[in-house]
């Protein structure tokens, strides 16, 4: 049996089984404002380097992550509320926008349990909002 079709039908399998779990509940915290607490935290300040690979790993998390949103804020505009989007117009560094989010999130404890989505656009939206 080829290995590829064997991969695929196994993940098929899982996903449909009764005892499939979400994300959630397989790793807390993953889907939640405190991975970008954790990872977006681990961003050396100045001209320091991360502490470690751990470290260096988590920061690189928290840089794709806020990255690949800015970059994609012009189609996710299209789908969500006026107050929710998102204009960095592409001048913004990564690590900076990892900064806008933990201030965001340190101003309000309560949304640490929200989903990092919705906390990301909130917070960016905040700071780059569309005119």
């Known amino acids: 049996m080829n290995i590829g079709f064997r991969a695929v039908s196994l993940t098929v399998i899982a996903m449909l089984s009764p005892c499939a779990i979400s994300a959630a509940e397989l790793a807390p915290g993953v889907l939640d404002a405190q991975w970008l607490v954790k990872n977006c935290g681990s961003i050396p300040q100045g001209s320091s380097?991360?502490?470690?690979?751990?470290?260096?790993?988590?920061?690189?998390?928290?840089?794709?992550?806020?990255?690949?949103?800015?970059?994609?804020?012009?189609?996710?505009?299209?789908?969500?509320?006026?107050?929710?989007?998102?204009?960095?117009?592409?001048?913004?560094?990564?690590?900076?926008?990892?900064?806008?989010?933990?201030?965001?999130?340190?101003?309000?404890p309560a949304v640490a349990g929200d989903p990092r989505l919705v906390v990301s656009l909130a917070a960016l939206s905040e700071k780059y909002p569309c005119r």
Do not use: M
């Not at 988590?58 to 505009?77: M, R």
């Not at 001048?91 to 201030?103: M, N, S, T």
């Open 49 to 108: 380097k991360p502490s470690g690979i751990g470290a260096a790993a988590e920061a690189g998390a928290c840089i794709g992550y806020l990255g690949a949103l800015a970059e994609t804020a012009p189609l996710l505009n299209r789908v969500v509320p006026a107050n929710a989007q998102v204009c960095t117009q592409g001048q913004v560094k990564p690590a900076a926008l990892a900064q806008v989010v933990l201030d965001y999130i340190k101003r309000r």
